[in-house]
Structures are given as C-alpha cells and as structure tokens.
C-alpha cells in the first residue's frame, strides 16, 4: 500500500484562501468516509482539524473545511493567518475489514 | 482531560528490539477505544504501524507486520510497542495516540525520538 500523494508545499498571503489536495485510489480515500486531515507545528504532535471528510473537532476554527471528490479529498483553510503555517497530514482507512491506515506526505503551508 | 505519553530507550542497537511504552492518564484504556503507534521518519510523513483494541485484537501495517508487537498492559493502564531486527532506517520520532473504530487519531503522546545506532 502507498502513501496518499499531496503537493510538497503551498503558500498564500494573509487573508487568502487556500487548498490542500489528498489523492489517493478507490481502495482507500475513494472508498472511504473516513478521511482525516492534521496539523502539525513544528516540534509538536499532530493535532486533528478535520474528520470523517468534512466534520471539525470542537475547538477548530471554522476557516478549516473539508471535502472529497472521487479518489481525491481536499482541505481548504480561508482568511489564512500567520498561525496556520504549518505541516498538515491526511489520512485514510484503506478497506473497513483490515482497518489498515495510511497517511499522506505531508504539505508544508507557508504563509507569505 | 486524556493524556498520552511515549516512554523508553532512546538509542537502540541495529538488529536489536525496540520497546516503547505508552502510559494513558485521565480515561482507562480497558473501557473502549484502539489505541495505536505512528511514526515520522526524518524530514517525512506519517506513518502507521498499528493499533490495539481494547478487547486485544491488532491491526498492524502490512509492511511492518512481521516485526510489530503491541501489547495492552490495563492493570497499569499502559500499551506497548516492541518492533524487532531494527535498522537505520527505523529511527523516527515515535508517537502513541488513541483512535475510535474508524475514526481519526483524535488524542496524541508528545512523540520519542528514537536512534538507531551502534
């Protein structure tokens, strides 16, 4: 089993708005209600900001949003501030049976 | 308020076991919930190497699978990871964290960095 693709990097300014993609196959993120993405400072743990796709943890702000289509879950950060630099994960079940997970490589978000 | 926290050597000898510990405070880990390892190779992404359920059943990473063990300790609410033959390869930062069936890593240990050297 691969790691789920997402780009290296991406940037915006302050204010703008931004979107992380996650690809993964029809064995896991398309097959899958249960895609999670995390945020991870550096020299922290990962900490959750959205699951089940769409759902956010209370306590996260609402600029943080998710979606998929297809074999392709995506999260979206508006109104970017300068605490939203960071690394941020997804992760996916790939079949309900062997509940194997498997996470991206991760996306570094620098803001401009 | 559920906390996690890694325990155990931080420096390991190739082809030796490594032994990490997890110690839960604020939920028993006999009550419900997996409870699993995840590791960050240098520079890199996530990655699974497994969980336990609170009843015992596993579910490790397939490429990981012949060399993981995680063990349930409830008397001392602890859970283990003991991976084998490790190599260079295997030093990351090690984190424990707590899932619910199909659900997300929700709580996460601060992580371990472990070296493997001789």
């Known amino acids: 089993q691969s790691a789920l693709t997402q780009p290296a990097s991406v940037s915006g300014s302050p204010g703008q708005s931004i979107t992380i993609s996650c690809s993964g196959t029809?064995?896991?993120?398309?097959?899958?209600?249960?895609v999670s993405w995390y945020q991870q400072r550096p020299g922290k743990a990962p900490k959750l900001i959205i699951y089940?796709?769409?759902n956010r943890p209370s306590g996260v702000s609402n600029r943080f949003s998710g979606s998929k289509s297809g074999n392709t879950a995506s999260l979206t950060i508006s109104g970017l501030q300068a605490e939203d630099e960071a690394d941020y994960f997804c992760?996916?079940?790939?079949?309900?049976?062997?509940?194997?997970?498997?996470f991206g490589g991760g996306t570094k978000l620098t803001v401009l | 308020q559920v906390q996690l926290q890694e325990s155990g050597p931080r420096l390991v000898k190739p082809s030796e076991t490594l032994s990490l510990t997890c110690t839960v405070s604020?939920?028993?880990?006999?009550?419900?919930?997996?409870w699993g390892w995840i590791r960050q190779l240098p520079g890199k992404g996530l990655e699974w190497i497994g969980m336990?359920?609170?009843?015992?059943?596993?579910y490790y990473n397939p490429s990981l699978k012949s060399r993981v063990t995680i063990s349930l300790y409830t008397s001392k609410n602890q859970f283990s990871l003991r991976l084998s033959s490790l190599t260079a390869a295997d030093a990351a930062l090690y984190y424990c964290?707590?899932?619910?069936?199909?659900?997300?890593?929700?709580?996460w240990g601060q992580g371990t960095v472990v070296t493997v050297s001789s």
């Open positions: 964290a707590r899932l619910d069936i199909l659900g997300p890593f929700d709580i």
């Open positions: 604020g939920y028993s880990i006999s009550s419900g919930y997996y």
């Open positions: 336990i359920y609170h009843s015992g059943s596993t």
């Open positions: 029809s064995s896991d993120v398309g097959a899958s209600n249960y």
């Open positions: 089940d796709v769409t």
């Open positions: 992760s996916s079940y790939t079949t309900t049976v062997t509940l194997d997970v498997l």
